[in-house]
Structures are given as C-alpha cells and as structure tokens.
C-alpha cells in the first residue's frame, strides 16, 4: 500500500520552566494524579531549567529517519506530533490534511502495549482526526516493537558498554521499566492473556540478556507516580539496589529497557536517585544507554514503514504475537490494551 508520509507522535516535554506545569496538567488531566506528585515531578524537570530532553532526542532520531529514509529513495517527509506538548498532534494532523497528506503511517515513541504505551495513542489518533474532521488523513499506526531484532541489538550493545565502562563482569544486570497500576497491567493482549505490558517488558529483557551474553538479570520499575494507596507494578529499582546490596551485590549495571531515549525518567530517577543509593551504599553502578541515539533506531523504524509499503515480512525475536497496529484508531484486536473494567 502507498503512503505520503509518517507522523512521529510522541508524548512532548516542556522547553522552558514556564511551560512544565501546563504541560504537567495536559499529561495528567483526568488521570488521578495527587497535586503532591505533581509538584515533586515538576521539580525535577526544574532542576534542569525546567527543558524536557525529551524533544531534542525526538529531533535527533527524525533526522537520523529522513535521512535514512533518503538514502533508500523513499521521500516520505516526516511530521512530528505530540500528545502532551508542542507540536500537539492536532495541530501536525491539521497541517498534514493542509499539505495534501491522504494517508499516513504513525511511529509512536513506545515500544509497548498497554494503556499508555499502545491505547492512548490509538486515542490521540481520534481526537486529533474528529479535531481536523472531513480533511483529516487516514492513519496507520506501526506495531508494537519490543521484540525487533534491531531495538534488542541496540540495547544489548549499551549494556555491553555500560560493562566495560564499570569494568567489572560480574555486576548484577538490573533491567527497568516504567512502573503502571497493577490494574492497567491486566490489560491483555492480541494472544488473550492479561499483563501484557509486563510481560513484553520481560521478554524484551530475556532476549537483550540473551544477546548481551549476561545469564542473571532482574527485571524491576520506576517512576511510580498514582496515589500510594493504588498498586504498582513493583520494586521500585531503588529498593531494589537496597536489596541486592543486603545479599552482597558489589555492582550493578541497569539498562532502562522500558524507555526508548534518555527522557527524564531515566536522568532523574536513574542517574540523579538509584546512582546515589548505590554511591551511598559503596556499590559500583553504571547505566546503560537507551536505544534511541544508535543508528539502528532510525533504522528499524524503516523497516517497520516497509512492512506496510512493501509488505516485508515483520522481523520478531519473540513467539508473541505482533500488536498495536491500527487505522484510525482501531485496536489491533479486541479488547487489546484495555485493561479488566476499563
Ligand atoms: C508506560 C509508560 C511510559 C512508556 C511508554 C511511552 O513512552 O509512551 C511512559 C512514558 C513517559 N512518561 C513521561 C512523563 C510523565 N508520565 C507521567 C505519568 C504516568 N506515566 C505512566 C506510564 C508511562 N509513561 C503512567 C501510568 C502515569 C500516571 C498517570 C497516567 O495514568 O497517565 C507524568 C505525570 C507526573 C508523574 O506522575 O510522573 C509525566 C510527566 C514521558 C516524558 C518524559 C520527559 O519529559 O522526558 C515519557 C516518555
Ligand atoms: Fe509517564
């Protein structure tokens, strides 16, 4: 099938201290956020002049895709749109429908199923498209790719890297994702069975240990947010540190499987909060890159364009099923992402 082009939708971050309590408001609008966290969070995007990285590395890897996407004679021009902030998809969807653009595929920055990594994108697809109405262009968002050989070789290597940088091979692996509700996690998938999110995020771990040549690893969250009294998908990788320190761990090396780029979850919770719990406790660490800045990134988003176009057969290390591909909006199967009791 032709498209005209792609709309790299993403979640957006605030550019300036001005903009990260708006932006905080349009990310938790209805979400049942306590004002506490809020504040806390907003903290921590202050702490960095209140700039987000997470757009400069969107930029870099839309570079990185037309480019690759000019070296193999496909001129699909990129637009970039967001859920949370500036450019809002919206508004791209609107100038899109402008240009002429008829057809579109959709990357979205999330590797996952889930409610926040797969269905609240299907969901930013319909708003923007009844915003832009009768004009508006058909979209085809990609799949889910936690199992794409090229995002687990990109991973595998940043964690070979992150132990020779720490010199010390027998440091304990320690993978993290974003935390969720225990009950967004119920959320199934296309194969029918719930946990789907956790479950990718443990095959996603299995597969770049397996690469990475490391044989003991744990998969653990961060980034908890929700009131205390909700359940979250837990340890927290701090508390984890804890822990394995109490066993005896001299060093551990963690890669954040669950982000796609070095957003603030990771230099915050990551470099800032689990790197002192480690210097305090006397334990080697280091973190391992994201997949977002290796050539293979952009890469791989080629090939997931070109099982639409040319209808290449889709590259999987996992027997899980593909998911998360959808036309306007329409879920991949039913009830995909929807989590027991909405
Ligand atoms: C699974 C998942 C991903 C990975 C999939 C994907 O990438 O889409 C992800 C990514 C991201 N989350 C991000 C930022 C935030 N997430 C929040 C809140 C929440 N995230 C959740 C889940 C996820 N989040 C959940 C269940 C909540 C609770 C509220 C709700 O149910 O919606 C809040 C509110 C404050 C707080 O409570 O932390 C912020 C500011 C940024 C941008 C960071 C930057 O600026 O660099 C990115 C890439
Ligand atoms: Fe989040």
């Known amino acids: 099938m032709s498209f005209d082009a792609l709309l790299f939708l993403s979640f957006g971050g605030p550019e300036g ?15 049942g956020v306590p004002p506490e966290r809020l504040d806390e969070v907003a903290e921590h995007y202050h702490h960095f002049g209140g700039v987000s990285p997470i757009n400069r590395l969107n930029r870099e890897i839309m570079a990185g895709l037309q480019e690759q996407l000019r070296a193999e004679g496909r001129d699909l021009p990129v637009y970039w749109g967001n859920r949370n902030w500036h450019p809002m998809i919206e508004d791209t969807v609107a100038r899109m429908a402008e240009d002429g653009v008829r057809r579109a595929l ?16 299907h969901e930013d697809i319909v708003r923007a498209r009844e915003a832009v109405g009768e004009q508006a262009p058909d979209l085809v968002k990609l799949r889910q790719f936690f199992d794409h050989p090229l995002f687990v070789s990109a991973n595998a290597d940043a964690v070979r890297r992150a132990y020779a940088d720490l010199g010390d091979t027998e440091a304990r692996l320690v993978f993290t994702a974003h935390s969720i509700p225990l009950r967004a996690d119920s959320a199934q998938g296309p194969d029918g069975r719930p946990e789907w999110y956790s479950r990718q995020i443990a095959e996603s771990a299995r597969l770049v240990a ?3 040549g490391v044989e003991t690893y744990d998969v653990v969250w961060q980034s908890r ?10 340890p927290d990788v701090v508390d984890h540190i804890e822990e394995l320190h109490a066993k005896g761990v001299a060093s551990v090396v963690v890669s954040p499987i669950g982000f796609v780029s070095d957003h603030l979850e990771v230099v915050w919770d990551l470099d800032n909060e689990a790197a002192e719990k480690a210097a305090e406790l006397g334990m080697g660490f280091a973190r391992a890159g994201t997949a977002g800045d290796d050539p293979r990134f952009a890469k791989m988003i080629v090939e997931l364009i070109s099982e639409h176009v040319d209808e290449v057969r889709p590259r999987k290390l996992s027997l899980m099923p593909a998911a998360g591909c959808g036309r306007n909006g329409e879920a991949c199967s039913p009830g995909c992402c929807t989590s027991v009791n909405g």
């Open 210 to 212: 397996e690469e990475a």
């Open 106 to 121: 959709v990357f979205p920055t999330s590797a996952w199923g889930g409610y926040s990594g797969c269905k609240q994108y």
């Open 17 to 31: 201290p001005e903009e990260v309590r708006p932006f905080l408001e349009n990310v938790t609008r209805g979400r």
């Open 225 to 234: 947010s929700g009131p205390p009294h909700v359940p979250w998908l837990e």
